[in-house]
């Protein structure tokens, strides 16, 4: 079954496509760029304060499944600058515990709305 799921705790889609897709065990969350869900705008030009917020907002979308963040089994981080990787490495590992999901970590020419950092996830309900 096809669900996409929708949540005010992160920020609504600024394109044609759903916050996260809930294909009963599985959740796709798409990218989620450092944007506050409340007022649609950048957080800081700060690469710490972005990945927090890209990482609450995952939360966001994980809680409004009724999961949580030791249900992320791949995560790809996609960076404006691979200078940043350390800092938000960091970060991301905050928020995650062993066993940690899969992962890739890109440099890209650009990102939405001029991000420093996006992330997106796959969650899986039930290991």
């Known amino acids: 079954m096809f669900k996409t799921l929708s949540t005010n705790q992160a920020p609504a889609a600024i394109g044609p496509y759903s916050q996260a897709v809930d294909l009963g065990q ?8 450092p944007l506050d869900p409340s007022t649609q705008e950048f957080v800081s030009e700060d690469i710490k304060e ?4 890209v990482m609450q907002n995952i ?14 089994a791949k995560a790809n981080i996609y960076l404006d600058s691979m200078d940043d990787f350390s800092t938000v490495n960091e970060i991301y590992a905050s928020y995650l515990s062993e066993p940690y999901p899969a992962r890739a970590a890109v440099e890209v020419s650009r990102l939405p709305k001029g991000a420093k950092v996006e992330i997106e996830a796959i969650a899986v309900k039930e290991f």
């Open 26 to 33: 599985m959740i796709f969350i798409s990218g989620q760029i």
């Open 59 to 72: 939360g966001g979308i994980l809680k409004e499944a009724g999961l949580s963040y030791r249900h992320i």
């Open 50 to 53: 972005q990945t927090e917020q």
